[in-house]
Nanobody, 124 residues
Framework: QVQLVESGGGSVQPGGSLRLSCAAS????????MGWFRQAPGNEREGVAS????????SYADSVKGRFTISQDKSKNTVYLQMNSLKPEDTAMYYC?????????????????WGQGTQVTVSS
């Protein structure tokens, strides 16, 4: 069982930045996919970014490429999402997730583990 706790959400003006953190209760002994998903009211949940723990693989949704960066600090069992040049359409509840299988978010993975979510609001 992996428990995930997010932090770092909040309100920011368009063009601003936020960094989300996701602390995992433990990393599994083998590599696992971890990533961020988001859901805005009335929309389906979508994958934003992912990586494989201990490895170099990362993936991004087309809508955030060049603006968001996912990274990890394995010594802290923590995954980060640096969000720059935020837009109003980035407003959503952001969830950290972990799963086994394909890490690429464009393949619409089904995570086994979820955090409680953190709200990001981009508004002037």
């Amino acid at each position: 069982q992996v428990q995930l706790v997010e932090s770092g959400g909040g309100s920011v003006q368009p063009g601003g930045s936020l960094r989300l953190s996701c602390a995992a209760s433990r990393y599994t002994s083998s590599s696992i996919c971890m990533g961020w998903f988001r859901q805005a009211p009335g929309n389906e949940r979508e994958g934003v970014a992912s990586l494989i723990t201990g490895g170099d693989f990362t993936s991004y949704a087309d809508s955030v490429k060049g603006r968001f960066t996912i990274s990890q600090d394995k010594s802290k069992n923590t995954v980060y999402l640096q969000m720059n040049s935020l837009k109003p359409e980035d407003t959503a509840m952001y969830y950290c997730a972990a799963w086994h299988g394909y890490c690429e978010v464009l393949l619409r993975p089904t995570p086994q583990y979820w955090g409680q979510g953190t709200q990001v609001t981009v508004s002037s």
